[in-house]
């Protein structure tokens, strides 16, 4: 998880010595449906909820007011709030409407149990789509990270008229030999940190846990056996809405050549790099990682 710095100490310092009103909350003694309507004027407010989509309950948090609405995909076995708490939390809520959703399978979107068909990518992406469209947004941005950044790729490639602004990190397009040994590192979760283990097992159970992570490293190794290790890179040329990708440079599962790669071939995208960005470099560098996001998405 993120650890805020100096600057995030000294900012919630400065932020504690100001009216509650002007930090962006809702005045005090306000209770029942006035704190309420108080709440979503001043973008605090959170909708946790489910709607079905091809036949299958799908979770979502919602959260904010702007006209821009911007999807938050997850990466693997992540869900809404263990991959997106900074972002739910501190994007604009003027500026934005922000959707964080669980795939099926993952977080709160149990049942169906996870699975790992050839087109899992796919079926994401039109789940992803027609939630979106079920929640009556006309077009909206993504925000996907590792495996919610191909579905993110996918999306964009297949949907363009739906998709506003894409933003990916953690994401690959081809699986090599090399990343299916880096894949099967992690394949035993008793060789996970405690802190991450105990993160889902708290969400998952022991059982589930172990089993749909095993059962991802070989969904997502499939793919080192197809030509070129392919998983999505025929569509990249189909991309055609602005595109920033994001990596961090001490990214132990995805190298950078992958960042690169995306680069190369979608058309007109940017490419940042975090030196000392991990895999989760929007946890934990939240504040500048938001920042980036949202300067691309004005």
């Known amino acids: 998880m993120a650890r805020p710095g100096a600057g995030g100490t000294l900012l919630r310092i400065l932020l504690s010595q100001l009216p509650q009103a002007a930090r962006g909350a809702p005045p005090l003694g306000l209770r029942g449906p006035a704190a309420a309507a108080a709440a979503a004027a001043y973008g605090t407010s959170k909708t946790s909820d489910k709607i079905k989509v091809n036949g299958v309950p799908l979770h979502y948090q919602q959260t904010g007011q702007g006209d821009h609405a911007v999807l938050l995909l997850p990466g693997m076995l992540g869900s809404s709030q263990s991959d997106f708490g900074p972002q739910l939390k501190s994007m604009n809520k003027q500026l934005f409407t922000i959707v964080a959703w669980d795939p099926r399978g993952?977080?709160?979107?149990?049942?169906?149990?996870?699975?790992?068909?050839?087109?899992?990518f796919e079926r994401d992406a039109r789940d992803a789509v027609e939630l979106m469209q079920a929640l009556k947004f006309k077009k909206f941005s993504l925000l996907g990270w590792s495996d919610g950044g191909i579905t993110a790729l996918i999306a964009a490639a297949k949907y363009p008229t739906l998709i506003h602004k894409l933003v990916v990190w953690g994401a690959n397009a081809i699986v090599t030999q090399e990343d299916r040994k880096l894949y099967n590192t992690i394949r035993d979760v008793?060789?996970?940190?405690?802190?991450?283990?105990?993160?889902?097992?708290?969400m998952y159970g022991h059982e589930y846990f172990a089993k749909t992570c095993e059962a991802w490293v070989d969904g997502i190794s499939q793919f080192a056996d197809k030509p070129d290790g392919n998983i999505c890179q025929h569509l990249l040329p189909d991309i055609k809405c602005p595109t920033f990708i994001i990596h961090g440079g001490k990214d132990p599962l995805v190298p950078q050549f992958h960042a690169e790669y995306l680069h190369k071939h979608i058309k007109g995208s940017r490419l940042f790099l975090m030196p000392e960005g991990k895999h989760n470099l929007h946890l934990r560098f939240a504040e500048e990682f938001n920042g980036l996001v949202e300067d691309f998405l004005q």
Do not use: L, V
């Open 106 to 120: 993952y977080g709160h979107s149990i049942p169906p149990a996870r699975d790992f068909p050839p087109d899992f």
């Open 190 to 202: 008793s060789k996970w940190s405690e802190k991450n283990r105990k993160q889902m097992e708290e």
